[in-house]
Protein backbone atom coordinates (compact mmCIF):
# COMPACT_ATOMS: atom_id res chain seq x y z
CA UNK A 1 0.00 0.00 0.00
CA UNK A 2 1.23 3.22 -0.91
CA UNK A 3 1.39 6.39 1.15
CA UNK A 4 -1.80 7.94 -0.72
CA UNK A 5 -3.72 4.57 -0.43
CA UNK A 6 -2.24 4.72 3.75
CA UNK A 7 -3.19 7.92 4.14
CA UNK A 8 -6.94 7.28 2.29
CA UNK A 9 -7.47 4.37 4.66
CA UNK A 10 -6.69 6.30 7.78
CA UNK A 11 -9.04 9.35 6.75
CA UNK A 12 -11.93 6.54 6.31
CA UNK A 13 -10.70 4.14 8.69
CA UNK A 14 -11.24 1.20 6.96
CA UNK A 15 -11.24 -0.79 10.07
CA UNK A 16 -14.61 0.57 11.10
CA UNK A 17 -15.83 -1.02 7.85
CA UNK A 18 -14.63 -4.02 8.25
CA UNK A 19 -15.76 -4.72 12.46
CA UNK A 20 -18.49 -4.24 14.04
CA UNK A 21 -19.57 -1.61 16.70
CA UNK A 22 -21.74 -2.08 19.75
CA UNK A 23 -22.70 -1.21 23.14
CA UNK A 24 -24.67 -4.33 24.47
CA UNK A 25 -23.98 -7.63 24.42
CA UNK A 26 -26.68 -10.60 23.70
CA UNK A 27 -27.75 -10.80 26.86
CA UNK A 28 -27.66 -7.01 27.51
CA UNK A 29 -25.32 -6.25 29.00
CA UNK A 30 -23.52 -2.94 28.05
CA UNK A 31 -19.90 -1.94 27.26
CA UNK A 32 -19.58 1.10 29.65
CA UNK A 33 -17.18 2.37 28.24
CA UNK A 34 -19.26 2.88 25.19
CA UNK A 35 -22.66 3.16 26.62
CA UNK A 36 -24.44 6.98 25.71
CA UNK A 37 -25.50 8.81 28.43
CA UNK A 38 -29.39 9.04 28.12
CA UNK A 39 -32.00 9.60 30.60
CA UNK A 40 -34.23 7.36 31.83
CA UNK A 41 -37.29 8.68 30.11
CA UNK A 42 -35.32 8.85 26.81
CA UNK A 43 -34.53 5.04 27.38
CA UNK A 44 -37.94 4.10 28.10
CA UNK A 45 -39.46 6.28 24.75
CA UNK A 46 -37.10 3.81 22.53
CA UNK A 47 -38.55 0.65 23.88
CA UNK A 48 -42.31 2.22 23.96
CA UNK A 49 -41.31 2.82 20.00
CA UNK A 50 -39.92 -0.56 19.76
CA UNK A 51 -43.07 -2.50 21.51
CA UNK A 52 -45.57 0.06 19.51
CA UNK A 53 -43.61 -1.15 16.00
CA UNK A 54 -44.14 -4.74 17.24
CA UNK A 55 -47.71 -4.74 18.35
CA UNK A 56 -48.52 -2.47 14.73
CA UNK A 57 -46.44 -5.08 12.89
CA UNK A 58 -48.17 -7.64 13.91
CA UNK A 59 -51.65 -6.33 13.13
CA UNK A 60 -50.39 -5.33 9.92
CA UNK A 61 -50.04 -8.69 9.51
CA UNK A 62 -53.08 -10.03 10.66
CA UNK A 63 -55.05 -7.14 8.90
CA UNK A 64 -53.48 -8.82 5.17
CA UNK A 65 -54.29 -11.91 6.11
CA UNK A 66 -57.74 -10.85 6.74
CA UNK A 67 -57.89 -9.33 3.18
CA UNK A 68 -57.88 -5.80 4.40
CA UNK A 69 -54.21 -4.76 3.58
CA UNK A 70 -53.15 -5.77 0.02
CA UNK A 71 -49.54 -6.65 1.07
CA UNK A 72 -46.95 -5.80 3.77
CA UNK A 73 -43.25 -6.32 4.76
CA UNK A 74 -42.86 -7.48 7.79
CA UNK A 75 -40.51 -5.65 10.23
CA UNK A 76 -40.34 -8.09 13.20
CA UNK A 77 -36.61 -8.17 14.08
CA UNK A 78 -35.65 -4.85 12.34
CA UNK A 79 -36.86 -2.35 14.97
CA UNK A 80 -33.44 -1.65 16.84
CA UNK A 81 -32.32 -0.47 13.11
CA UNK A 82 -34.67 1.52 12.03
CA UNK A 83 -35.56 3.56 15.93
CA UNK A 84 -32.21 3.85 16.64
CA UNK A 85 -31.63 6.04 13.26
CA UNK A 86 -34.56 7.76 13.23
CA UNK A 87 -34.36 8.93 16.86
CA UNK A 88 -31.13 10.63 15.42
CA UNK A 89 -32.97 12.79 13.42
CA UNK A 90 -33.67 16.52 14.50
CA UNK A 91 -37.08 17.89 13.58
CA UNK A 92 -35.96 19.86 10.30
CA UNK A 93 -34.08 16.76 8.96
CA UNK A 94 -35.82 14.61 6.28
CA UNK A 95 -36.24 11.08 5.85
CA UNK A 96 -36.29 8.71 3.09
CA UNK A 97 -37.05 5.41 3.68
CA UNK A 98 -37.60 2.28 2.22
CA UNK A 99 -40.72 0.11 2.58
CA UNK A 100 -40.04 -1.94 5.87
CA UNK A 101 -39.57 1.48 8.64
CA UNK A 102 -42.81 1.19 10.52
CA UNK A 103 -40.77 2.03 13.65
CA UNK A 104 -39.26 5.29 11.87
CA UNK A 105 -42.41 6.21 10.56
CA UNK A 106 -44.01 5.99 14.10
CA UNK A 107 -40.35 8.08 15.36
CA UNK A 108 -40.59 10.67 13.00
CA UNK A 109 -44.26 11.53 14.32
CA UNK A 110 -46.81 9.29 12.17
CA UNK A 111 -49.99 7.97 13.58
CA UNK A 112 -50.23 4.17 14.37
CA UNK A 113 -53.68 5.30 12.22
CA UNK A 114 -52.57 6.89 9.40
CA UNK A 115 -50.34 4.28 8.81
CA UNK A 116 -53.45 1.52 8.85
CA UNK A 117 -55.42 4.16 6.50
CA UNK A 118 -52.65 3.86 4.06
CA UNK A 119 -52.39 0.09 4.63
CA UNK A 120 -55.88 -0.38 4.13
CA UNK A 121 -56.67 2.36 1.46
CA UNK A 122 -59.41 3.57 3.57
CA UNK A 123 -61.43 7.10 3.06
CA UNK A 124 -58.79 8.43 5.46
CA UNK A 125 -55.60 7.53 3.58
CA UNK A 126 -53.15 10.39 3.52
CA UNK A 127 -51.78 9.15 0.26
CA UNK A 128 -55.33 8.36 -1.36
CA UNK A 129 -54.40 5.27 -2.70
CA UNK A 130 -51.60 6.26 -4.66
CA UNK A 131 -49.38 2.77 -5.96
CA UNK A 132 -45.91 2.58 -5.63
CA UNK A 133 -45.55 4.51 -2.92
CA UNK A 134 -45.74 3.70 1.01
CA UNK A 135 -46.69 5.97 3.99
CA UNK A 136 -45.05 9.45 3.39
CA UNK A 137 -45.96 12.70 5.01
CA UNK A 138 -44.49 16.18 3.92
CA UNK A 139 -45.66 17.73 7.36
CA UNK A 140 -43.34 14.98 9.19
CA UNK A 141 -40.77 15.53 6.52
CA UNK A 142 -40.87 11.54 5.70
CA UNK A 143 -40.50 11.61 1.70
CA UNK A 144 -43.18 8.50 0.53
CA UNK A 145 -41.05 5.11 0.19
CA UNK A 146 -40.74 3.84 -3.55
CA UNK A 147 -41.89 0.16 -4.23
CA UNK A 148 -38.96 -0.79 -6.49
CA UNK A 149 -35.50 -1.23 -4.63
CA UNK A 150 -33.34 1.34 -4.16
CA UNK A 151 -34.66 4.39 -5.94
CA UNK A 152 -34.76 6.33 -2.81
CA UNK A 153 -30.66 6.50 -2.42
CA UNK A 154 -29.86 8.67 -5.39
CA UNK A 155 -33.13 11.04 -4.79
CA UNK A 156 -31.48 11.24 -1.24
CA UNK A 157 -28.50 12.61 -2.46
CA UNK A 158 -29.87 15.16 -4.68
CA UNK A 159 -31.84 16.37 -2.14
CA UNK A 160 -29.46 16.22 0.25
CA UNK A 161 -26.74 18.47 -2.39
CA UNK A 162 -29.46 20.42 -3.44
CA UNK A 163 -30.00 21.62 0.80
CA UNK A 164 -26.27 21.97 0.61
CA UNK A 165 -25.94 24.41 -2.23
CA UNK A 166 -28.99 26.54 -0.69
CA UNK A 167 -27.46 26.76 2.74
CA UNK A 168 -30.38 24.93 4.41
CA UNK A 169 -29.31 23.25 8.08
CA UNK A 170 -30.46 19.69 7.19
CA UNK A 171 -29.63 16.14 7.34
CA UNK A 172 -30.60 13.31 4.95
CA UNK A 173 -31.31 9.86 5.89
CA UNK A 174 -32.15 7.11 3.54
CA UNK A 175 -32.90 3.38 4.36
CA UNK A 176 -32.16 0.87 2.27
CA UNK A 177 -31.62 -3.24 2.37
CA UNK A 178 -28.77 -5.21 1.22
CA UNK A 179 -30.08 -6.09 -1.79
CA UNK A 180 -30.28 -2.36 -2.92
CA UNK A 181 -26.33 -2.36 -2.63
CA UNK A 182 -26.41 -4.85 -5.71
CA UNK A 183 -28.62 -2.05 -7.93
CA UNK A 184 -26.93 1.35 -9.53
CA UNK A 185 -29.00 3.43 -7.59
CA UNK A 186 -26.91 2.74 -4.79
CA UNK A 187 -23.70 3.57 -6.80
CA UNK A 188 -24.65 6.18 -8.05
CA UNK A 189 -25.54 7.53 -4.90
CA UNK A 190 -22.78 7.03 -3.13
CA UNK A 191 -20.36 8.41 -6.24
CA UNK A 192 -21.95 11.57 -5.62
CA UNK A 193 -22.28 11.56 -2.36
CA UNK A 194 -18.24 11.08 -1.78
CA UNK A 195 -17.51 13.97 -4.42
CA UNK A 196 -19.86 16.59 -3.19
CA UNK A 197 -19.98 15.85 0.20
CA UNK A 198 -23.98 16.43 1.04
CA UNK A 199 -24.91 16.24 4.53
CA UNK A 200 -26.80 12.38 4.00
CA UNK A 201 -26.70 9.45 5.92
CA UNK A 202 -27.09 6.07 4.74
CA UNK A 203 -28.54 3.14 6.75
CA UNK A 204 -28.24 0.02 5.46
CA UNK A 205 -30.27 -2.50 6.77
CA UNK A 206 -28.30 -5.89 6.04
CA UNK A 207 -31.26 -8.49 7.60
CA UNK A 208 -29.06 -10.87 5.07
CA UNK A 209 -31.62 -11.88 2.74
CA UNK A 210 -32.64 -10.35 -0.65
CA UNK A 211 -35.64 -11.85 -0.44
CA UNK A 212 -34.33 -15.48 -1.28
CA UNK A 213 -30.76 -14.17 -1.93
CA UNK A 214 -28.61 -14.42 0.90
CA UNK A 215 -26.03 -11.87 1.34
CA UNK A 216 -22.99 -13.92 0.72
CA UNK A 217 -24.54 -14.67 -2.91
CA UNK A 218 -24.64 -10.92 -3.96
CA UNK A 219 -21.41 -9.67 -3.48
CA UNK A 220 -17.44 -10.80 -3.25
CA UNK A 221 -16.51 -7.75 -0.46
CA UNK A 222 -16.03 -8.56 2.78
CA UNK A 223 -18.63 -6.31 3.88
CA UNK A 224 -21.01 -4.14 2.60
CA UNK A 225 -19.44 -1.14 4.27
CA UNK A 226 -16.48 -1.33 2.55
CA UNK A 227 -18.26 0.01 -0.80
CA UNK A 228 -18.81 3.38 0.85
CA UNK A 229 -15.23 3.47 1.48
CA UNK A 230 -14.71 2.61 -2.34
CA UNK A 231 -16.33 6.14 -3.07
CA UNK A 232 -14.51 7.64 -0.28
CA UNK A 233 -17.56 7.80 2.36
CA UNK A 234 -16.57 6.76 5.34
CA UNK A 235 -18.50 3.50 6.67
CA UNK A 236 -18.81 1.81 9.95
CA UNK A 237 -20.96 -1.47 10.22
CA UNK A 238 -22.94 -1.65 13.82
CA UNK A 239 -24.72 -4.48 15.38
CA UNK A 240 -28.29 -3.70 13.76
CA UNK A 241 -29.59 -5.19 17.02
CA UNK A 242 -28.17 -3.38 19.11
CA UNK A 243 -30.62 0.05 19.51
CA UNK A 244 -27.78 1.64 21.64
CA UNK A 245 -25.18 1.23 18.86
CA UNK A 246 -27.29 2.15 16.15
CA UNK A 247 -28.56 5.30 17.64
CA UNK A 248 -25.18 6.18 18.86
CA UNK A 249 -23.49 6.13 15.89
CA UNK A 250 -26.28 7.29 13.43
CA UNK A 251 -26.19 10.68 16.09
CA UNK A 252 -22.31 11.03 15.79
CA UNK A 253 -23.01 10.84 11.61
CA UNK A 254 -25.84 13.51 11.94
CA UNK A 255 -23.88 15.66 14.06
CA UNK A 256 -21.49 15.28 11.85
CA UNK A 257 -23.33 16.37 8.59
CA UNK A 258 -24.75 18.77 10.36
CA UNK A 259 -21.46 20.49 11.08
CA UNK A 260 -20.86 20.21 7.45
CA UNK A 261 -18.82 17.13 7.56
CA UNK A 262 -20.49 15.23 5.03
CA UNK A 263 -21.98 11.45 4.27
CA UNK A 264 -21.70 8.50 6.78
CA UNK A 265 -22.90 5.21 5.13
CA UNK A 266 -24.02 2.81 8.28
CA UNK A 267 -24.28 -1.18 7.54
CA UNK A 268 -26.55 -2.53 10.48
CA UNK A 269 -26.42 -5.99 10.93
CA UNK A 270 -30.09 -7.55 11.55
CA UNK A 271 -32.19 -10.46 10.65
CA UNK A 272 -35.70 -10.41 8.88
CA UNK A 273 -37.51 -12.75 11.34
CA UNK A 274 -40.31 -13.01 8.98
CA UNK A 275 -41.12 -13.39 5.78
CA UNK A 276 -40.12 -10.50 3.05
CA UNK A 277 -43.32 -9.53 2.50
CA UNK A 278 -46.92 -11.47 2.92
CA UNK A 279 -46.24 -12.80 -0.60
CA UNK A 280 -43.60 -14.65 0.34
CA UNK A 281 -42.80 -18.17 2.00
CA UNK A 282 -38.95 -17.75 3.88
CA UNK A 283 -39.33 -21.86 4.48
CA UNK A 284 -38.67 -22.22 0.72
CA UNK A 285 -35.39 -20.89 1.52
CA UNK A 286 -34.12 -20.92 4.81
CA UNK A 287 -34.44 -22.84 7.63
CA UNK A 288 -36.04 -23.25 11.10
CA UNK A 289 -32.59 -23.67 12.49
CA UNK A 290 -31.41 -20.13 11.11
CA UNK A 291 -34.46 -18.18 12.22
CA UNK A 292 -34.27 -19.51 15.57
CA UNK A 293 -30.64 -18.68 16.25
CA UNK A 294 -31.50 -15.10 15.23
CA UNK A 295 -34.63 -14.93 17.44
CA UNK A 296 -32.20 -15.37 20.41
CA UNK A 297 -30.71 -11.95 19.30
CA UNK A 298 -34.90 -10.41 18.51
CA UNK A 299 -33.69 -6.73 19.69
CA UNK A 300 -36.69 -5.86 21.81
CA UNK A 301 -35.97 -8.82 24.30
CA UNK A 302 -32.30 -7.47 24.45
CA UNK A 303 -32.81 -4.36 25.15
CA UNK A 304 -35.72 -5.06 27.98
CA UNK A 305 -32.53 -6.97 29.92
CA UNK A 306 -30.57 -3.79 29.70
CA UNK A 307 -33.75 -1.38 31.12
CA UNK A 308 -33.78 -4.52 34.16
CA UNK A 309 -30.19 -4.01 34.34
CA UNK A 310 -30.13 -0.78 34.92
CA UNK A 311 -33.26 -0.14 37.13
CA UNK A 312 -35.13 1.47 34.55
CA UNK A 313 -37.73 -1.31 33.90
CA UNK A 314 -39.32 -3.95 35.91
CA UNK A 315 -41.84 -6.76 35.37
CA UNK A 316 -44.86 -4.74 36.25
CA UNK A 317 -43.84 -1.93 34.39
CA UNK A 318 -43.04 -4.07 31.03
CA UNK A 319 -46.74 -5.85 31.22
CA UNK A 320 -48.29 -2.14 31.57
CA UNK A 321 -46.94 -1.23 28.47
CA UNK A 322 -47.41 -3.48 26.54
CA UNK A 323 -50.75 -4.00 27.97
CA UNK A 324 -51.58 -0.50 27.42
CA UNK A 325 -50.15 -0.31 23.49
CA UNK A 326 -51.90 -3.50 22.56
CA UNK A 327 -55.43 -2.23 23.61
CA UNK A 328 -54.52 0.96 22.17
CA UNK A 329 -53.67 -0.18 19.00
CA UNK A 330 -56.24 -2.53 18.56
CA UNK A 331 -58.98 0.27 19.02
CA UNK A 332 -57.32 2.11 16.36
CA UNK A 333 -57.47 -1.00 13.97
CA UNK A 334 -61.60 -1.31 14.83
CA UNK A 335 -61.89 2.53 13.99
CA UNK A 336 -60.04 1.94 10.60
CA UNK A 337 -61.79 -1.18 9.55
CA UNK A 338 -65.29 1.03 10.40
CA UNK A 339 -64.26 3.79 7.80
CA UNK A 340 -65.68 3.75 4.48
CA UNK A 341 -63.72 3.16 0.91
CA UNK A 342 -62.00 5.67 -0.84
CA UNK A 343 -64.56 7.09 -2.92
CA UNK A 344 -64.28 6.26 -7.01
CA UNK A 345 -63.25 9.49 -8.18
CA UNK A 346 -60.60 10.00 -6.06
CA UNK A 347 -58.49 8.79 -9.02
CA UNK A 348 -59.00 12.10 -11.20
CA UNK A 349 -57.53 14.16 -8.27
CA UNK A 350 -53.96 15.35 -7.39
CA UNK A 351 -52.76 15.30 -10.55
CA UNK A 352 -53.19 19.02 -11.61
CA UNK A 353 -53.49 22.01 -9.58
CA UNK A 354 -56.44 23.29 -11.73
CA UNK A 355 -58.28 20.29 -13.41
CA UNK A 356 -58.20 20.67 -17.48
CA UNK A 357 -61.56 20.77 -19.71
CA UNK A 358 -60.26 16.78 -20.92
CA UNK A 359 -60.14 15.48 -17.27
CA UNK A 360 -63.41 17.21 -16.62
CA UNK A 361 -65.36 15.55 -19.53
CA UNK A 362 -63.71 12.26 -18.38
CA UNK A 363 -64.92 12.33 -14.82
CA UNK A 364 -68.17 13.60 -15.64
CA UNK A 365 -68.26 10.31 -18.24
CA UNK A 366 -67.10 8.46 -14.96
CA UNK A 367 -69.75 9.51 -12.78
CA UNK A 368 -72.62 8.36 -15.23
CA UNK A 369 -70.90 5.46 -15.71
CA UNK A 370 -71.27 4.72 -11.79
CA UNK A 371 -74.38 5.73 -11.91
CA UNK A 372 -75.90 3.52 -14.42
CA UNK A 373 -73.54 0.37 -12.73
CA UNK A 374 -75.38 0.92 -9.56
CA UNK A 375 -79.10 1.70 -10.95
CA UNK A 376 -77.78 -1.65 -12.51
CA UNK A 377 -77.16 -3.65 -9.32
CA UNK A 378 -73.60 -4.28 -10.63
CA UNK A 379 -70.66 -3.47 -8.20
CA UNK A 380 -68.23 -1.09 -8.73
CA UNK A 381 -64.62 -3.20 -8.31
Not at 155 to 172: P, T
Not at 192 to 208: E, R, S, T, Y
Not at 223 to 236: D, E, R, W
Request: aromatic share 8%.
Amino acid sequence: MNLISQALAKDLNLDKALGIFRVLDDQGIPDESLEPKLSKDFLLKIYEYMVRTRILDEWLLKLQRMGKVAIHAPNKGQEATMIGAALALREQDWMFPSYRELGALLVRGMSEEEIIDRAMANADDPLKGSDFAIYGSRDKKIVPAPVPVGNQIPHAVGFALAAKIMGDNIVVLTFFGDGATSRGDFHFGLNFAGLFKPPVVFVIQNNQWAISLPVRKQTAAPTLAVKGVAYGVPSIRVDGNDVLAVYSIAKEAVDKASSGGGPTLIESLTYRLGPHTTADDPKRYRSDEEVKRYEAKDPIPRFRRYLMYRGILNEDLDREIWGRWRDYIETVVRRCLSKPELPEEVIFEDVYSEMPWNLREQLEEFRESLKIMKSLGLKVE
